[in-house]
T-cell receptor
């Protein structure tokens, strides 16, 4: 398997524009996580899915953020409208959850810059 | 809810010296615990994990960690630091979701 694949790797957009980040989890994994990493806040869990169903979105900072997982092989994180303070690296990770097999595998991240 | 606390945002050691990165967890149920490493401009890679069984866990690159329930700790150690160990290290706890500590940046001096 190629691992967790995120696209794009880098995104530069103007304030007010819509941004969509994409993630393809590892085949067969039933959990998917979205994280945001900044210098100030570290690695924050935004939302996670189990079997394509959102389980906890309490980390989503505002209504401008939304995430979907229409099927087991694809998820999106959308920011609309984007603001400069959304600039960060966004990571997607996937995993199982069962004894001895619980670690999350991370993608390379999307570096978002909102100007 | 579970959480982890990493003591020390920056740790600096000399090459060849002992590395000790501290992590304490808070969990209402027996936790699954992890250490990840992040090199610049990369994603997180698993170093090691504790799920069940032996409390001393060995990972990649010579790192190991010991789960101590009485101290609610899962500290990461390496007997002899190498320049290539310079990176950011994250402790994490899992119960359905996965929560990370604030990270510890390790610097290795020649």
């Amino acid at each position: 398997d190629a691992g967790v694949i995120q696209s794009p790797r880098h995104e530069v957009t103007e304030m007010g524009q819509e941004v969509t980040l994409r993630c393809k989890p590892i085949s067969g994994h039933d959990y998917l996580f979205w994280y945001r990493q900044t210098m100030m806040r570290g690695l924050e869990l935004l939302i996670y899915f189990n079997n394509n169903v959102p389980i906890d979105d309490s980390g989503m900072p505002e209504d401008r953020f939304s995430a979907k997982m229409p099927n087991a092989s694809f998820s999106t994180l959308k920011i609309q409208p984007s603001e400069p303070r959304d600039s960060a690296v966004y990571f997607c990770a996937s995993s199982h959850y069962r004894a001895l097999d619980t670690e999350a595998f991370f993608g390379q991240g999307t570096r978002l810059t909102v100007v | 809810a579970q959480s982890v606390t990493q003591l020390g945002s920056h740790v600096s050691v000399s090459e060849g010296a002992l590395v000790l990165l501290r992590c304490n967890y808070s969990s209402s149920v027996p936790p699954y615990l992890f250490w990840y490493v992040q090199y610049p401009n990369q994603g997180l890679q698993l170093l090691l994990k504790y799920t069940t069984g032996a409390t001393l866990v060995k990972g990649i690159n010579g790192f190991e960690a010991e789960f101590k329930k009485s101290e609610t700790s899962f500290h990461l150690t390496k007997p002899s630091a190498h320049m290539s160990d310079a990176a950011e290290y994250f402790c994490a706890v899992r119960y359905n979701d996965m929560r990370f500590g604030a990270g510890t940046r390790l610097t290795v001096k020649p």
